[in-house]
């Protein structure tokens, strides 16, 4: 017999099976969730799975399975798992901050190095130890009696109505340009909410977690994805959180303080205001640092400059480089690449790759000892790496002058361990990041990580032709160099400039989109590209033609004044 003759209509299955990507084949009832499913694995626990990838998409726990699928596990110690739990720990502090506190309202900010969200309330003076401890006791027994968290999809106009009977404005003007015509509601008891993005099936996954007060606030701590069983200790950082305070509010000053409002903005052709008004607020900052370089009575010689990728560092550089001279201080750059170590020399990774990113890649001895020379006023013969033998040459030879100060930039500026040899007295340190503080509202924020993608996806396929794919295939290396590098040294730094501009996502929208849209289905970087893609559906898009030609934007989406500018 034929395979064609072997061809025929049969009645379904009542049954459906899973292959696991190790391998593993499960069967269950058709229309049966992945819960029911995965409750069933060795490793159900060992970390908490919290999703799946389900023929190449991500579902939570609660999918019914409808037909044989590929399946592949998604846990806590994965960056969507994590997610998943974080957004489900946010919804059950706000349904409890409602229960206890009906009269007043609660804000998540920004997040916490350490794992957490800092937390505002408003309309609730004076919040105390034991009004912190009301809440996290009451989190508790929610988490004892694994309450379910209910899922539904509504038409958008009763979604508007719902929130506009709460006075929850910034979700009803966030709602008013969603161009989908429905939206999916999470419930828990009496409160009901939406969450950009999938939930657990109930309260009981939720069982770590610690309430810290801070400040006016408090700060909701989780675990982080290499330790997903435990609450890391908090760190304070006076610095960073009053970075975030300030963004707060330049957010009001420009008058979007959430997403809704700037799409307002956008259509109500008020977009340049924001747009100019941000951008003075930036150029307003990088004076500010660089008038407290050119007046600081210890009169340092060198400027480090340090942050994450995409942060828009070396506009920044260039930038407050003009406002030194400004000062009556001219810049002179450092490349901290030409003090690399011979390529054999270079230390290697756990998995026996050269580690580029590790501070002994560098030649720190030599580093301190020419630019101790320079700023003595010696003549000093600079190194020059080539990369292509691996191997540092004789650079230029080079003289400082009295009103010259050294601009360095590079990934560990804020190592304290980079220039043991040189005094701090010597040195000025600043962190630039994108401290994104604009979130679609007071309860679903905007992650600083997920904008910088979004800079570095447009700037990879403008400058350098790389895809979508290829930027999220490399975000995780990168990632983790952050991790080690720079994150642990921000508290070091003496000034903090956050790069992040109010309007920012929806000048990128435009040119992000084709680009996430190329990603194939079915692999892994889909899924993030699907991700990034549906918070860019919030925001409405404007013409990058208004945005001016020094803006730290410009480093992103090309046309920058700045690009090749040199201080010498």
């Given at each position: ?46 970390p ?14 609660t ?6 699928a ?24 706000e ?18 190095s ?26 508790k ?34 709602m008013?340009?969603r ?51 435990e ?5 304070f ?6 970075t ?48 407290g ?14 942050g ?37 020399l ?30 003595s ?31 360095l ?9 980079l ?55 490399r ?6 160099g ?57 925001f ?22 700045l ?6």
């Amino acid at each position: 017999m034929s395979e064609v003759t072997k061809i025929r209509p049969v009645k379904a299955r009542e049954t459906v099976e899973i292959h696991l990507s190790d391998g593993r084949v499960y069967e269950g009832p058709r229309y049966a969730t992945v819960e029911a499913f995965f409750k069933n694995l060795p490793e159900w626990q060992d970390p908490p799975i919290l999703g799946a990838v389900i023929n190449g998409d991500l579902r939570e726990l609660t999918h019914q399975i409808k037909m044989d699928a590929n399946v592949k596990l998604v846990t806590m110690a994965d960056a969507d798992g994590m997610r998943i739990y974080r957004r489900s720990l946010t919804f059950l502090v706000e349904a409890v901050f409602e229960e206890l506190f009906s009269d007043a309202a609660l804000s998540v900010d920004h997040s916490v190095s350490s794992g957490g969200y800092y937390c505002t309330v408003s309309g609730y003076d004076n919040l105390t130890e034991d009004d912190i401890n009301r809440i996290e006791e009451r989190m508790k027994d929610m988490v004892a009696q694994d309450l379910p968290f209910s899922r539904r999809e509504v038409p958008l106009d009763e979604a508007i109505e719902i929130f506009s009977k709460r006075k929850q404005d910034d979700k009803v003007s966030l709602m008013k340009t969603r161009a989908k015509a429905h939206l999916v509601l999470y419930s828990l008891l009496d409160h009901q909410d939406y969450h950009h993005g999938y939930m657990v099936p109930s309260t009981g996954y939720l069982k770590w977690f610690n309430l810290v007060k801070l400040g006016d606030g408090f700060v909701l701590q989780f675990p982080r994805r290499h330790a997903p069983n435990e609450i890391l200790p908090l760190p304070f950082s006076q610095r960073l959180l009053s970075t975030f305070q300030q963004y707060g509010s330049w957010l009001d000053k420009i008058g979007v303080p959430n997403v809704g409002a700037l799409n307002e903005a956008i259509r109500k052709k008020r977009i340049r205001e924001v747009i100019l008004l941000s951008e003075a607020l930036h150029e307003q900052k990088i004076a500010e640092i660089a008038t407290g370089i050119a007046r600081n009575p210890k009169q340092p010689r060198i400027v480090l400059i340090a942050g994450p990728s995409s942060s828009g560092k070396t506009t920044f550089s260039r930038r407050l480089s003009i406002q030194l001279m400004a000062n009556g201080l001219y810049p002179f750059p450092v490349e901290m690449d030409n003090f690399f170590v011979a390529r054999d020399l270079t230390p290697k990774d756990e998995n026996g790759e050269f580690d580029f990113e590790s501070i002994d890649a560098l030649d720190r001895e030599l580093l301190s000892e020419k630019l101790k020379a320079l700023i003595s006023g010696k003549k000093v013969q600079l190194p020059r790496f080539n990369f292509r033998s691996g191997k540092p040459e004789k650079g230029d030879v080079v003289q400082l002058r009295s009103d010259q100060v050294i601009v360095l930039e590079g990934i560990h500026g804020l190592n304290p361990h980079l220039l043991k040899e040189i005094s701090p007295d010597q040195t000025f340190r600043i962190y630039v990041s994108d401290l994104t503080q604009l979130n679609l509202d007071r309860h679903n924020r905007i992650s600083t990580t997920d904008t910088r993608l979004i800079r570095r996806i447009v700037r990879d396929a403008r400058e350098r032709g790389y895809s979508a794919q290829d930027t999220i295939n490399r975000w995780e290396s990168v990632r983790r160099g952050e991790k080690r590098h720079i994150f642990p040294y921000q508290d070091q730094a003496d000034e903090m400039f956050n790069s992040a501009l109010g309007y920012e996502l929806s000048a990128l929208k435009s040119l992000a989109v084709p680009i996430l849209r190329q990603v194939p289905h079915g692999t892994k970087e889909f899924i993030e590209a699907k991700r990034l893609l549906t918070l860019l559906e919030w925001f409405l898009p404007i013409d990058i033609d208004q945005i001016p030609d020094n803006s730290i934007l410009r480093e992103f989406i090309g046309n920058s004044i700045l690009k090749g500018l040199h201080f010498v």
